[in-house]
């Protein structure tokens, strides 16, 4: 299981999520950029800047629950240490 974190080009928002697929997750997301009903669609939220595993769903989604309770300024720090550069992760060429 993998809780994850997008933003879009001008890091205005982050999105927060778990799946058990992130490629797939990360295709879907892509796929419904447009949407306009949808959170990362409305604002363009489709590149992947942080991501961790866990063992299992319970504490995937737990984990998940706790990040989005935090301020916007400790997800950015969450994100600058794992990927100090912000840099878009492509998981087929991450060595992170």
Do not use: C
């Not at 866990?54 to 600058?80: N, T």
């Amino acid at each position: 299981m993998y809780v994850y974190i997008l933003t879009n080009i001008g890091r205005t928002v982050l999105y927060i999520g778990v799946t058990n697929d992130l490629t797939r997750r990360l295709y879907e997301h892509s796929t419904g950029r447009g949407d306009a009903s949808k959170f990362t669609g409305r604002y363009q939220a489709d590149l992947l800047v942080y991501f961790e595993q866990l063992p299992d769903a319970a504490q995937a989604i737990a984990r998940e629950k706790v990040m989005k309770g935090w301020s916007r300024a400790k997800k950015d720090a969450l994100v600058a240490a794992f990927n100090p550069e912000w840099k878009p992760i492509a998981l087929e060429t991450w060595d992170g």
